[in-house]
């Protein structure tokens, strides 16, 4: 779940949605029709292909046929657990993973047409897609939704599950658990709390929480790629020192992947990198250093929120007010090209 930033990223207060020691080489982004090398791999199981192709889309949540379940459903398991394993895999520090943010079934085909090597749900671009605000999604809806971004593509998905849509780390279990059976290869949990006046959880309350979800997540045959995110800067938190004790926490109580949306210099990033052992994903906003630059300080996941989603509806009002306003019709020249990648990406 995203909110508003501060300072000089005020414009921008609904779409934003949704590491490692040393020096790193800088080299290209992962993500926009690149092969895996065998490097990526180190450390995992290599016997599987690296392009995974889901025997059955969706989620399963099963064991396998040892314990009484079908070989097709120990197909379903053991293609989710690749995707999870690959998802894993794609964080590099110094060659981010390009991470776009789908937010419905065309706009994940599109993407996933386009090269992208994994994709992640957006709970803005989700919850604009319902003509709602950020924020205002159940966990049912939700997690339904990540089925449905699930069911179309074979890439690996991980999904923005806000707060875990809980008051409580049992609570934050139980979505994880529903998670699982939606099909995913990885999911975010945040720091969050939803209340105006104390917006992020007490650090042990908060490190309960991600302890939670990571004992899910990590407990049966598929490891679901557990992202923490400490959200001091995206509400008026502006201390480093906090935010990095709280991703050390987060490392500690199990998370793969860390995040701190709302840090937006390479000074503030290198810092953080330096201090933590897990990769680091980093929110794409206005005005922040190019994916190169990022690459450089030893970025290792690059995604962008609900921007792409809010770009679509920048589009459309654009072309809805050139019809209202002016009488022309320029907007198909952009619709064209629309046409042309959803022909490309939907008739495959």
């Known amino acids: 779940m995203m909110s508003r930033l501060p300072s000089d990223n005020n414009q921008f207060p609904s779409i934003i949605g949704h590491s490692g020691h040393g020096q790193f080489t800088s080299s290209a982004p992962i993500g926009v029709g690149m092969p895996v090398s065998d490097s990526v791999l180190t450390g995992l199981q290599k016997a599987r292909p ?51 943010n789908p937010w419905d079934a065309g706009s994940a085909r599109l993407l996933g047409s386009l090269g992208f090597a994994a994709l992640a749900t957006t709970s803005s671009g989700f919850a604009a897609s319902l003509g709602r605000l950020d924020g205002g999604v159940t966990r049912d809806e939700a997690i339904a939704h990540c089925a449905t971004i699930v069911g179309a593509t074979e890439l690996p998905v991980s999904a923005d599950l806000e707060n875990g849509y809980a008051s409580d780390a049992a609570g934050v279990a139980d979505t994880l658990s529903r998670a699982l059976d939606a099909g995913l290869a990885g999911c975010s949990i945040e720091d969050y709390t939803g209340l105006e006046d104390a917006p992020i ?65 390479l000074e503030e990033l290198s810092t953080v990198i330096a201090a933590v ?28 929120g ?40 939907f008739g495959a």
């Open 50 to 100: 690296v392009v995974l192709h889901a025997t059955r889309r969706g989620g399963t949540g099963l064991r396998p046929p040892s314990d009484g379940h079908t070989h097709e459903e120990a197909s379903a398991i053991t293609s989710q657990s690749d995707r999870a394993r690959r998802l894993l895999a794609l964080h590099v520090p110094g060659t981010p993973l390009l991470l776009p």
């Open 201 to 265: 959880y007490d650090l042990a309350e908060a490190v309960e929480r991600v302890a939670a979800a990571a004992e899910v997540a990590h407990a049966g045959p598929v490891h679901l790629v557990l992202t923490a995110r400490a959200e001091n800067h995206l509400h008026g938190r502006d201390d480093l020192t906090d935010t990095i004790a709280r991703l050390l926490a987060y490392q500690e109580a199990g998370a793969d992947v860390l995040f701190a949306p709302g840090l937006t210099t």
């Open 277 to 304: 052992d897990r990769p680091l994903n980093v929110l794409a906003l206005p005005g922040m250093p190019s994916v190169s630059e990022l690459a450089s300080v030893g970025v290792a996941r690059i995604s962008v």
């Open 306 to 345: 609900g921007g792409f989603a809010f770009a679509a509806l920048g589009a459309l009002v654009e072309a809805a007010c050139e019809l209202r306003d002016g009488g022309t019709y320029g907007f198909w020249e952009r619709a064209g090209a629309g046409a042309e990648a959803a022909e490309a990406a």
